[in-house]
């Protein structure tokens, strides 16, 4: 496996496994990505994932909440806590504005079971979408966009889904340069709220 079995581990430890709303963004810092995210800065907090919930108010109304920690050289790690933000165009076009790339993995969202199509932005526009259980099926402006990722893979219906996504964070490290570790998803770092309201009218 690409991914170690001790990150998967943490993945299941920590309800990744049944739901993971992630996406990895170039050229952006912590405080930037939030901007963009239309966090309130303010709420900034150093937390693990273990102690996300702490000191957030259940009472509270809030559209979602954001775990975000710089992954690889040039890249932002963001995971959602609460809310759907990092699937969906809009937040996606912002975080890759002015020349950005943004990789989109997740599960389950959209689809019934197993994982959502892999989501690649670059510059504020959808690039290329890629059916990780039928790689052959893309959409997007340039559909081959990461071919040159994709080689050797373990990607489609042949292949059991713990593979399939394994291969998916297998992709991602090579355009980020980075896998996703054990000890990124134990560190600390930084949570942020959206206020209710900062993406609807």
């Known amino acids: 496996m690409n991914l170690s079995e001790e990150s998967w581990e943490l993945l299941r430890a920590y309800g990744m496994d ?42 509270s109304p809030r559209e979602g909440v954001v775990w975000i920690g710089e992954q690889a050289p040039g ?26 790339e943004l990789l989109y993995l997740g599960w389950p969202l959209y689809e ?15 690039t290329t979408t890629v059916c990780l259980v039928a790689p052959d099926v893309r959409a997007g402006r340039e559909p081959d966009a990461l071919n040159a990722h994709m080689k050797g893979l373990a990607l489609g219906a042949d292949h059991d889904p713990d593979t399939i996504s394994d291969a998916a964070f297998a992709l991602i490290g090579r355009v980020t340069g980075e896998q996703l570790s054990a000890d990124w998803l134990r560190a600390e770092h930084t949570r942020y709220v959206i206020p209710m309201g900062a993406w609807n009218p």
């Open 112 to 126: 019934t079971e197993g994982m959502d199509d892999l989501e690649y932005v670059a510059d504020g526009r959808p």
């Open 75 to 100: 890249w932002v790690q963001i995971i959602a806590y609460e809310g759907y933000h990092l699937a969906l165009p809009e937040p996606q076009q912002s975080l890759t504005a002015n020349g950005g």
């Open 18 to 59: 049944d739901s993971l709303v992630s996406a990895w963004c170039s050229g952006l810092s912590v405080a930037e990505a939030a901007t963009r995210l239309r966090a309130d800065l303010a709420s900034a907090t150093p937390c693990t994932w273990e102690r996300i919930e702490d000191g957030l108010d259940p009472a």
